[in-house]
């Protein structure tokens, strides 16, 4: 221990002096699984770096003294209290002095980042003279925080630019990815890669030799932040931004690429400063708040299951579009995969797209073999005898469903699960004749199964707790989030989404063009519009959701989901509401002096709003913040706005309810308000 820390007593980090003169600073959070910078965790830094300023050693060296990773950011259960009690300036300006002081340290400073190192991780990094990371798959760097709706405000967004140049920097921000060790090394954001085992060695070696980056890197950190490169490389950057995300929506990609334009020529202060100014006053917006408040559901959908789901094979009855990716993804994922249908030429399919998934995902080539390998052709079920986990993907017929779980249940291991994959039948429908109900269950994922995240896991009142415990388990060993909803008619995103999709295809059929209608959707905030997302999962099976559907929710369907012409199904045909070529909708034009309905946006979005509070009273979820996770990550419903019950809080349910009985009113009672709309839940504050 080093003379000049005799006396303090720190809580989270730890003080060693090698005996190479280096001082390695180990954090470990006090009662935590992960590091996280917490205010506590900054203010015992200070005062580290203070003592050190007084005695500088020949190097320091930062790194984890938890196995998991570095550090994973900020805080941001401590990041929502500072919001609400207005000092979130005062926060950020904390964070920028302790790295600041890090940075002007007279003696070299190494960060030794192995596994994951994301936002603050990153800062502190950045602040470091020098940085090695460490070779193994687990180390991943980024600065994620424009998907909080924020952007890096501890010197991140004043540092990286000038380190490996603007547009690599901007892009790595823009978009919150993240990179290896040896991607990261490549673009010179770290110096040295090396084995874990001696991570902390190489950095002090580093810390006692330095380094001199290459001439390139050095020239390009200069060149790209000049005054003419901003004025050249902004408005790029900006029109790029605006093909995936609109500034009323998001503002924080705007509002980095703003900052640096104005100040990335400037000294580090003024960066900072100007940095400071743009994410406190970002941090107070809606979007900010909302997007946090995913980022906090989406750990609650993660944690509802544990590690232990004893599932190690899979078998899959069905090879369509979705038993075939659900069993692919899971052969993915690690899961020994059989794969059964009626004929062989429906299995060869699946196994093709298989293929192209493994090819896809895994960069190694010389692993894909062994991926492929989990997945295998099964046409006469055999793998039902040995399979921990049957998923039934067959078409959405009840009698269908229920004839092959008399087959196939006698074959099942004693502690094997049966569930289904179906997008809207009760199972109260499906478990006649079942023996082992208990382990009987939905597991109803979405399309296309590689993309979406979400997995409703379906119960029913003789449904064991231990199988939607291993079904969540389950889920989480796919990387998918589940929702355990209620098995009635269409769940919970089937049942939300149907009322909107409805009511596009009879505006369509009403003669308001396709593209028009999707406009408004996509403006609304939704990831696409309704008239391509019907093609998209296709008329056939949108009529199929709308025959279980229908009657249950007293709408009518349009004749367009009615009557499905072979080979105009939609996306996959080619042909459907829309014209489809290499799986892009063909719009038609629309005439430019149109004008869209004043209400077409009520019209598509109150329906899903207000089947999503039938939803929440009729107890489909067992609360708000499960439906609004839910409906965000199965139909992608705008994210910004925080989910459809948030939505509904922060535009007021009363307001909304006068603008659906205007609408019933004026189209009909398919508009009427649904059960609901007086529960205490739609009325709690906005966060």
Not at 378 to 402: M, N, S, T, W, Y
Request: glycine share 10%; hydrophobic share 45%; net charge neutral.
């Amino acid at each position: 221990m080093l003379s000049g820390f005799d006396g303090l007593r720190f809580s989270h980090w730890q003080t060693e002096i090698r005996d190479d003169g280096i001082v390695v600073l180990s954090l470990d959070r006090a009662d935590a699984p992960v590091n996280a910078f917490s205010q506590d965790v900054l203010l015992e830094l200070a005062e580290l770096i203070e003592r050190i300023a007084i005695d500088p050693p020949r190097g320091v060296v930062i790194r984890s003294a938890k196995a998991n990773g570095f550090i994973a950011g900020a805080d941001l259960k401590e990041f929502q209290e500072y919001d609400r009690r207005g000092t979130v300036n005062d926060a950020i300006r904390r964070g920028q002095t302790v790295f600041q002081k890090l940075a002007e340290l007279p003696c070299p400073t190494v960060a030794a980042i192995h596994g994951f190192c994301m936002g603050g991780g990153t800062e502190i990094a950045l602040a470091c003279r020098y940085r090695v990371a460490s070779d193994d798959a687990s180390t991943r760097i980024g600065l994620p925080e424009t998907k909080l709706g924020i952007f890096p405000g501890w010197g991140g967004s004043a540092r990286l630019p000038n380190l490996i140049g603007a547009p690599a920097a901007m892009d790595l921000m823009l978009t919150g990815r993240t990179v290896s060790a040896s991607a990261a090394r490549a673009m010179g954001l770290v110096d040295k890669v090396a084995a874990p085992a001696v991570l902390v060695d190489t950095a002090a070696a580093l810390a006692l030799s330095g380094t001199v980056r290459p001439f390139k890197q050095r020239f390009t950190g200069w060149v790209t932040n000049t005054w003419l490169a901003r004025k050249l490389l902004a408005p790029q950057m900006t029109k790029q931004v605006a093909r995936k995300a609109h500034k009323e929506h998001y503002p924080a990609p705007y509002a980095l690429i703003n900052v640096w334009a104005r100040t990335g020529g400037a000294g580090i202060q003024a960066r900072l400063d100007a940095e400071r100014k743009a994410v406190v006053k970002l941090a107070g917006t809606p979007t900010a708040r909302n997007l946090i408040r995913i980022f906090f559901l989406t750990e609650r959908l993660k944690g509802l299951g544990g590690k232990e789901h004893n599932i190690k094979h899979v078998h899959v009855v069905g090879a369509g579009v979705m038993g075939g990716d659900i069993a692919a993804w899971s052969a993915y994922k690690g899961f020994e995969v059989t794969l059964q249908d009626r004929e062989q030429r429906f299995i060869d399919t699946a196994l093709a797209r298989g293929n192209e998934l493994f090819n896809k995902r895994v960069k190694d080539a010389g692993k894909r073999p062994a991926v492929a390998a989990r997945l295998k052709s099964d046409l006469a079920g055999h793998g039902v005898a040995q399979a921990d986990l049957v998923i039934e993907a067959i078409i959405e017929k009840p009698e269908a469903k229920r004839d092959l779980y008399q087959q196939v249940e006698p074959q099942m291991k004693a502690d094997a699960l049966l569930t289904t994959n179906t997008s809207s039948i009760p199972l109260t429908e499906l478990r006649e004749h079942i023996q082992r109900p208990a382990q009987f269950a939905g597991l109803h994922y979405f399309n296309p199964v590689a993309m979406m995240p979400l997995v409703e896991i379906v119960q029913h009142d003789a449904m064991a707790e231990e199988t939607r415990k291993r079904l969540a388990a389950f889920c989480k060993a796919l990387d998918k989030l589940p929702v355990p909803v209620a098995g009635t008619p269409g769940f919970l995103v089937n049942r939300v989404l149907f009322p909107y999709m409805l009511e596009a295809a009879t505006a369509y059929a009403e003669g308001i063009p396709g593209p028009v209608i999707d406009k408004a959707a996509v403006k609304f905030g939704m990831p696409m519009g309704p008239i391509e997302l019907i093609d998209t999962v296709g008329l056939d099976v949108a009529a199929g959701v709308g025959e279980e559907l229908a009657p249950f929710l007293g709408l009518p369907i349009p004749d367009a989901l009615k009557t499905v012409e072979p080979g105009k199904r939609g996306k996959k045909d080619g042909q459907g509401l829309y014209k489809w070529e290499n799986g892009r909708a063909v719009k038609p034009e629309v005439p430019k002096d149109y004008e869209a309905p004043a209400d077409l946006e009520d019209r598509l979005i109150l329906p899903l709003l207000n089947e999503a509070v039938a939803c929440l009273h009729d107890g489909v979820v067992s609360d708000a913040d499960l439906l609004d996770a839910g409906v965000i990550f199965g139909t992608g419903f705008a994210p910004f706005r925080g989910g459809p019950i948030q939505h509904v809080r922060a535009t007021g349910a009363d307001a909304l309810v006068e603008r659906l009985k205007t609408l019933q009113t004026r189209y009909g009672d398919r508009f009427a308000p649904r059960p609901g709309w007086d529960m205490p839940a739609l009325r709690e504050p906005v966060a």
